[in-house]
């Protein structure tokens, strides 16, 4: 049974440009959540989607957009990149009517 | 709003002994769930346990039990028999009711470092 899959697991990126993570549920799972840890810190909720739609946002700018596809993978887009959106970028998902979410091991993205 | 307050920035065990990780929270969600995640440096983030806001007994899982004091809006974490590979970051975080918005978002605290000695 495949877990949460995100790739690519590393990227270096410069200030300006635009960056796209992708994540694959675990199977049986149709809700994708993403999130944002800054190094020592917490993980911080950007979005998150279920039938394709986003249906609830953390507070982040729209420079951060999403989109879920039919088979429940779904993709991160950063616009315009800035020193500070170096982190490291989790990607969840759970079955819409349980609790837990399972991560995946990251996408860790570096803006210089 | 909800905040999750993990005081502890690092802790020290010795192997085989047991470690408590200290978690408050604050909500005014009628129902919530809290959760604890471990973190090794590989960075993915491994679902530990989960304990329901009326859920009568505390949670065990394993090695792992939660012990929830609903009063006193606590959730530590109990580790028993510590190994090395359970050293790592580990996070509580709680999810709110679908009545009060919060749906499926989770909120994390900041985390303790737990190091195991031999």
């Known amino acids: 049974d495949a877990g949460v899959t995100q790739s690519p697991t590393h990227l270096i990126k410069t200030r300006g440009q635009q960056v796209t993570l992708r994540c694959s549920p675990k199977s049986g799972h149709d809700t994708v959540s993403w999130y944002q840890q800054a190094l020592g810190q917490g993980p911080q909720f950007i979005f998150q989607?279920?039938?394709?739609?986003?249906?609830q946002r953390g507070n982040f700018p729209d420079r951060f957009s999403g989109h879920q596809f039919p088979n429940y993978s779904s993709e991160l887009n950063v616009n315009a990149l800035w020193l500070g959106d170096s982190a490291l970028y989790l990607c969840a998902s759970s079955l819409r009517a349980k609790n837990i979410q399972y991560f995946g091991a990251g996408t860790r993205l570096s803006v210089l | 709003a909800q905040k999750i307050t993990q005081t502890q920035p690092g802790m020290f065990v010795q192997e085989k002994e047991a470690v408590t990780l200290d978690c408050t929270y604050d909500?005014?969600?009628?129902?919530?769930?809290l959760f604890w995640y471990k973190q090794p440096s590989s960075g993915e983030m491994i679902f530990l346990i989960y304990?329901?806001?009326?859920?009568?007994q505390n949670a065990t899982e394993g090695r792992y039990s939660l012990n929830f004091q609903k009063a006193r809006k606590s959730a530590n974490l109990v580790i028993s028999a510590s190994q090395l590979g359970d050293s790592a970051m580990y996070f509580c975080?709680?999810?709110?009711?679908?009545?009060?918005?919060?749906?499926?978002?989770?909120?994390f605290g900041k985390g303790t470092l737990l190091t195991v000695n031999p």
């Open positions: 304990q329901g806001s009326y859920d009568q």
């Open positions: 975080a709680m999810r709110g009711s679908r009545s009060g918005g919060s749906n499926y978002k989770l909120t």
């Open positions: 989607y279920y039938e394709e739609e986003e249906r």
């Open positions: 909500t005014s969600d009628p129902s919530y769930g």
